[in-house]
């Protein structure tokens, strides 16, 4: 019986997983002088942190969500900004009083003012993004210690995302393993409030 491309892409996929499985195993339990090492897989300990659920339940990643409201306002005061801008242009086009120069003349200072504004709002955006790239090494730092710590007091050799943008790294755990709920803990106790002005 043929089988299907899909088949062939499967069978291709786990003969080379196999070879490059044999080719570490070979590697790990045998030194550079071609002596056994010991090595005890049967008492490695796994764990699975499932990052997604930490990013929304500990306390210090709520942070993000003060700089995108910190964003949302920057945005919105320079979209008053803007309607107050035409509201002047039109007042002063429409203006009968004014000749054609000083009709021109008010409409370029309005023009610098509003070229003035939108630096200003620029500069506050790059600001908040640089705050917000700064947060995420800042919380990525301290996770990572915190899943060490944990990984370093319950002696696990091996700890795992369960939750992965895009791609299965984890396939199956059960309860046991996932220390999720410990690292939230822990991170609410080392970081409960992120201070936004450490990071200006």
Not at 38 to 56: N, W
Not at 126 to 132: F, L, P, R
Not at 139 to 152: A, D, M, R, T, Y
Request: aromatic share 6%; proline share 0%; hydrophobic share 40%.
């Amino acid at each position: 019986m043929l089988l299907s491309k899909y088949e062939k892409i499967l069978t291709l996929g786990i003969v080379v997983a196999i070879i490059m499985l044999s080719s570490v195993l070979f590697f790990n339990f045998m030194d550079y002088r071609g002596t056994r090492k010991k090595v005890y897989l049967e008492q490695s300990k796994i764990a699975v942190v499932d990052s997604g659920r930490i990013k929304e339940e500990a306390k210090c990643f709520k942070a993000h969500e003060k700089l995108a409201d910190m964003l949302s306002g920057v945005i919105a005061r320079m979209r008053c900004s803007e309607d107050d801008v035409k509201k002047k242009y039109e007042t002063v086009k429409n203006d009968k009083s004014m000749n054609k120069k000083q009709k021109e003349k008010t409409i370029e200072k309005i023009t610098s003012e509003w070229q003035t504004l939108v630096l200003q709002y620029k500069d506050e955006v790059q600001k908040i993004k640089e705050m917000d790239i700064k947060l995420s090494a800042k919380l990525q730092k301290v996770l990572l210690k915190v899943i060490e710590n944990i990984s370093k007091y319950l002696k696990i050799d091996i700890v795992q995302n369960s939750h992965l943008s895009g791609s299965i790294l984890v396939f199956y755990h059960s309860k046991n393993v996932d220390i999720t709920d410990i690292a939230i803990k822990e991170m609410d106790k080392i970081m409960p409030v992120v201070n936004l002005k450490e990071l200006e």
